[in-house]
C-alpha cells in the first residue's frame, strides 16, 4: 500500500493498515484518516523538506516515522549533484533544490535502529522515460510518489499494489498530468490498483 499525503477516502483507514507493507511520505500527513500502519517513510532527502524534517524534532517523534521500520530516500546523491549545474542556468530560484541530505538520513536511521533505502538514480531516470511517451510539459523531477511507485513495482515484482491519497497535483514542477496518465496506464495494465482518487494541493516544495 503507497500511501499519499492527499485526502483519503472514508473506510480507507481499516483497508490501508491490513495491508502487508504500508509506505508513506515525508511528514506522514496521511497518517490517522489513511490508517496508522507504517512499515516505510519515503522522505525527501535533498533540499527544503529534507532539513525541515531533519531540524523538526515533531517529524521525528511523530509515530509514523517512530513506527516504520524503514526510511526511503527517493534521491539518488549522485543524480542530483550532476543536476545542480543545469537548475542554476534554467531555475536559479532553486538554488538549494540538490543539497543533499542523505548522509543525516542514514545517521538519522543508524540511530534509530532503522533500514535507510537510497532509491538508484536508475529508477528515475526510467520513470523520466515512462513519462516521455506522455508529452510532459517541461518539468524539474518526477514526485516522490511516482519514484516510490516505480521502485515498489521494480522491487516486488508480482506483488499486489494499491494507492490512496493520490490526486496527482502539488508543486509546479512536477509533472503530474503525465504522472497521472502514467498510473492511469499501470492500472490499466492490472499492475496497480487505486483506492482514491482525491489529494489535497501541496505546494511544498519537491515533494
Known amino acids: 500500500m503507497i500511501v499519499g499525503n492527499g485526502e483519503v477516502g472514508d473506510g480507507m483507514a481499516g483497508i490501508i493498515d ?12 496521511s497518517y ?9 517513510v519515503a522522505v525527501c532527502n535533498t533540499g ?14 511523530h509515530p509514523g516515522v517512530v513506527a516504520a521500520r524503514e526510511i526511503w530516500s527517493v534521491r539518488d546523491p ?10 542554476a542556468v534554467s531555475h536559479p530560484d532553486l538554488d538549494d533544490f540538490c543539497d543533499d541530505y542523505t548522509e543525516a538520513f542514514d545517521a538519522f536511521c543508524a540511530k534509530t535502529g532503522k533500514a535507510h533505502v537510497v532509491i538508484d538514480k536508475s529508477v528515475h531516470e526510467a520513470v523520466d522515460v515512462s513519462l516521455s511517451a506522455f508529452a510532459p510539459a517541461p518539468y524539474v523531477v518526477p514526485s516522490s510518489g511516482m519514484i516510490v511507485i516505480a521502485e515498489v513495482l521494480n522491487k516486488y515484482a508480482g506483488a499486489e499494489v494499491a494507492l490512496a491519497g493520490f490526486g496527482h497535483v502539488g508543486w509546479e514542477w512536477h509533472p503530474f498530468a ?6 492511469d496506464a499501470y492500472i490499466a495494465a492490472g499492475r496497480i490498483t487505486r483506492l482514491d482518487g482525491k489529494m489535497l494541493v501541496s505546494s511544498s516544495h519537491g515533494a
Open 178 to 183: 503525465a504522472e497521472r496518465q502514467l498510473v
Open 48 to 61: 527544503r523538506p529534507a532539513k525541515a524534517m531533519l531540524g523538526s524534532s515533531e517529524w521525528r517523534d
Open 18 to 29: 491490513a495491508a502487508d507493507f504500508v509506505i508513506r511520505f515525508n511528514d506522514c500527513r
Open 78 to 87: 549522485e543524480k542530483f549533484a550532476a543536476m545542480r549545474a543545469p537548475l
Open 32 to 40: 490517522g484518516a489513511g490508517g496508522s500502519r507504517t512499515d516505510a
